[in-house]
């Protein structure tokens, strides 16, 4: 298994401002994954990030909302930009490990409230 | 486009009675299935993946592609299995996981 870390591990914005959330794996890994899980929701899959290329968004999520960087094999930031309280969320990273079997390993999450 | 339904949000059983969560999916490829566990406070932890055809802690799944589906079973269900359940599919290059929207096990004394 991978040791995932992420800070913050809560917070409370206001509107309009915005949070980067850092993301510290213990090892160096291929694939990561930014997941939001709202209120009462299952995750749902935000962007994959590779290191040295862009990340790739899923539907109804895009960049400028959400921009990431993964500037080397252990680190990862998601923004959540000009917030609203639609994205209270909680925001959880996870990663691929090589030879995993398409197993993700996922951090404590950070718990996102925006007022 | 891939899609995983669990129908149970909650699901409450006495210790030692057997359990079953269940979980179908859609997709029109090779699937692979997966069961992840939250307890309470904790984080999202696999629990077991159908590749590996393996039993974790008591439970199995097994992969029946004719009614598409993966329920998660238990025979004697135990107080510490008391958590979040959520069934996961990976699909195509690239790993992605679609999640179910969980099932909350209780069990009771």
């Known amino acids: 298994s991978a040791v995932i870390s992420q800070k913050p591990s809560r917070d409370i914005c206001q509107r309009g401002t915005s949070l980067t959330i850092q993301c510290q794996v213990d090892?160096?890994?291929?694939?990561m994954f930014w997941y939001r899980q709202q209120p009462g929701q299952s995750l749902t899959l935000i962007a994959t990030a590779n290191q040295g290329s862009e990340a790739t968004y899923e539907s109804g999520f895009v960049i400028d909302k959400f921009p990431i960087s993964r500037p080397n094999l252990t680190f990862s930031t998601l923004t959540v930009s000009n917030m609203s309280p639609e994205d209270s969320s909680i925001y959880l990273c996870?990663?691929?490990?090589?030879?995993?079997?398409?197993?993700?390993?996922f951090g404590p999450g950070t718990r996102l409230t925006v007022l | 486009a891939q899609r995983v339904t669990q129908p149970e949000k909650l699901l409450s059983v006495f210790k030692g009675a057997p359990v079953e969560l269940k979980c179908n999916y859609s997709y029109s490829g090779s699937p692979e299935l997966f069961w992840y566990v939250q307890y309470s406070r904790q984080r999202l932890q696999l629990l077991l993946r159908h590749i590996s055809r393996e039993s974790i802690k008591g439970f199995t799944a097994d992969l029946n592609k004719g009614e598409t589906s993966f329920h998660l079973k238990k025979p004697f269900a135990q107080e510490e299995d008391s958590a979040m359940y959520y069934c996961a599919l990976s699909s195509g290059g690239g790993n992605k996981l679609t999640f179910g929207t969980g099932t909350q096990l209780k069990v009771e004394l």
């Open positions: 090892s160096q890994v291929t694939m």
């Open positions: 996870s990663v691929d490990r090589a030879g995993g079997g398409n197993t993700q390993y």
